[in-house]
């Protein structure tokens, strides 16, 4: 998969959002929930973006339905290639370590970070409107045995994320991997097993789980279906990229009033978790479109675009820290010399220079270490066995 730019593109831009929607909501909260009480500029400009595509930017949860479908799509594509369940075998037995490191190494930092007192999100938070957010983070006593805790088993079986709040997604990223595996080993050389992959989207729908099983059955899809005749149109990849679009910018946050907003025919409020619901469809479709057009994996092939898609589980995991602790603090100090927009630009050029250099750094010494650990685990204890 390493040889599909396009794909570390698109988690590159999926990162982006992420992180640009945290700095959001920490400094302007009423983008993302559209209250015009948190609104910071006084013409409730956050308040009408947020009920219109433009929020497209900033969908952080769209960027993680992308990661968990990329997920579903890279770990069963090779399977799918060779029908090789050595593959799977393979894979699954390198999946914890080689996501242990970087999430290890994240906690410990925030552990250190909180012993020396150097999170300033509280304070800031004061500020920006954003208490009920990012100043609720951090907000305990600190112990060693409940970091370790966390970092080997909380963060992957439990949803635990006290010390990093981003590494909620890990619980859902481990057994999500393991379900596609399964899955898989399990039905990946049956002949009907479309009837199956129908049957797990319908168990799996009110879930993110659901962009594993998806971005699994797209690439059983692409690699099965070499021919796709179905796309080939111009006009197809458009309206199907524009549903991508539609449905990946409705709102996550319930308390918005889509009344009278382009999703107001599909806000069922019936539906449990819908945004994630849309956010996963659209990331699938988003995807399709991107794996059938040309023009877009150029676009999507860039080098910047490629370089970013590299760093981006770095990003993902220390963003958060760099916010809580030198851009609040960064804010903090401007705070009584200049305004809230102008500190708010300086800040957040600073910090996403710094978050880029440090996952830069994060990803070479730390997420390739962790790839090692894999392949080094693998290739002493079960290697031999496989063969």
């Known amino acids: 998969m390493s040889k599909l730019k396009y794909l570390e593109g698109l988690r590159g831009l999926a990162a982006l959002s992420v992180v640009l929607l945290h700095y959001l909501v920490a400094f302007y909260p009423a983008f993302y929930t559209g209250n015009p009480e948190h609104s910071n500029t006084g013409n409730n400009l956050e308040v009408l973006i947020s009920t219109t595509p ?6 952080g949860n769209f960027g993680v339905c992308i990661f968990f479908v990329l997920s579903g799509y890279v770990l069963s594509y090779k399977f799918f290639k060779t029908k090789d369940t050595s593959v799977l075998t393979k894979s699954a037995i390198k999946r914890y370590p080689r996501l242990l490191v970087p999430v290890m190494t994240c ?3 925030s552990y250190l970070l909180m012993r020396v007192s150097l999170f300033f999100n509280m304070e800031a938070s004061a500020y920006t409107n954003s208490d009920w957010w990012l100043g609720s983070f ?3 006593e600190e112990n060693f045995f409940d970091m ?3 970092s080997f088993t909380g963060a992957f079986l439990d949803y635990q994320s006290s010390y990093n709040p981003v590494l909620w997604t890990m619980t859902y990223e481990f057994y999500g991997s393991l379900l596609i595996f399964s899955v898989a080993a399990l039905i990946g050389k049956v002949n009907n097993r479309w009837v199956f992959y129908l049957l797990l989207i319908l168990l799996f729908y009110k879930t993110y789980y659901l962009g594993f099983i998806l971005g699994m059955v797209l690439s059983d899809y692409t690699v099965t279906i070499k021919n796709i005749k179905y796309t080939n149109h111009t006009l197809t990849k458009v309206l199907l990229l524009i549903v991508a679009i539609y449905l990946g910018s409705f709102p996550r946050e319930a308390q918005i009033d889509l009344t009278g907003t382009i999703w107001n025919y599909i806000n069922n409020a019936y539906f449990t978790d819908l945004p994630t619901f849309y956010h ?6 988003l995807l399709y479109v991107l794996i059938v057009s040309e023009r877009m994996k150029k676009l999507f092939s860039i080098r910047i675009l490629e370089n970013l898609g590299k760093i981006s589980y770095s990003m993902y ?3 958060l820290l760099i916010l809580g602790t030198f851009s609040s603090y960064l804010y903090l100090k401007l705070q009584p010399y200049l305004s809230h927009s102008i500190n708010f630009v300086i800040t957040f050029l600073i910090s996403i220079i710094l978050i880029v250099l440090l996952s830069s750094a994060f990803y070479k010494y730390v997420d390739k270490s962790g790839i090692k650990l894999s ?3 693998y290739n002493k204890y079960f290697c031999k066995r496989d063969k």
């Open 138 to 140: 951090w907000q305990f």
């Open 375 to 377: 392949e080094f685990i």
């Open 54 to 59: 433009l929020n497209l930017i900033y969908a």
């Open 148 to 150: 370790v805790q966390q």
């Open 317 to 319: 995991l220390i963003h």
């Open 280 to 285: 996963t469809i659209g990331s699938f479709l």
């Open 107 to 109: 906690i410990f930092i």
